[in-house]
């Protein structure tokens, strides 16, 4: 009898971990502007990346002024790994389809050491084919721009906007980036092309 209770004990302690381990790795992340707010001014120095911006490696500028009203897919990112340069590609290939409609975007390395962002940019663009999507670091590398709210545990946070205004927000914890959710921020870029 002890031992079945033992066991049953054991069994809900089991199941109550797993429980917080997936609440904690599917618990929703806020970061970075919201629907319908507006994208302020920031400073950030580009790295690599589309060629075709007119704007040279090296310099600092507001990329997101440079913008202007055009649709803009705004990335933050703290991992540059295999799943982020699969939606970077997708997303390079969509501004290609879209030019028409001015779609563009950036992404914003995010880190400690700017010096290490910088060369690791480089060689993540060349690894992945990367043409139209620039590479910036932001003054602040380790969490961006403070009123851009950007939170430290997002590991990914994607702001698509449109004339300033925010229209999609896409925020992932570590490890969540999956198919469906690359999906659905090439669907929230697309459709601001509409």
């Not at 910036?136 to 997002?154: L, T």
């Amino acid at each position: 009898m002890r031992a079945a209770w033992i066991s049953m004990v054991a069994a809900i302690g089991i199941i109550a971990a797993a429980t917080v381990m997936t609440g904690t790795a599917s618990a929703e992340v806020t970061s970075g502007y919201q629907v319908g707010e507006s994208v302020g001014a920031m400073t950030v120095t580009k790295v690599t990346g589309n060629p075709l911006d007119g704007v040279p490696d090296g310099k600092t500028l507001c990329y997101r002024c440079k913008m202007g009203s055009r649709p803009v897919v705004m990335v933050f990112a703290r991992t540059a790994d295999e799943k982020l340069g699969k939606l970077l590609k997708k997303l390079d290939e969509e501004i290609e389809e879209h030019a028409s409609a001015k779609l563009t975007g950036f992404v914003n390395m995010l880190g400690t050491d700017p010096d290490a962002i910088k060369k690791d940019a480089a060689e993540f663009v060349k690894l992945h084919g990367i043409e139209r999507i620039a590479f910036v670091v932001p003054e602040d590398s380790a969490n961006g721009p403070a009123d851009y709210k950007i939170a430290p545990d997002a590991d990914l946070t994607v702001v698509c906007f449109k004339g300033g205004k925010v229209q999609a927000n896409h925020a992932l914890a570590k490890g969540q980036l999956s198919e469906e959710k690359i999906d659905a921020i090439v669907e929230a870029a697309c459709a601001m092309t509409e």
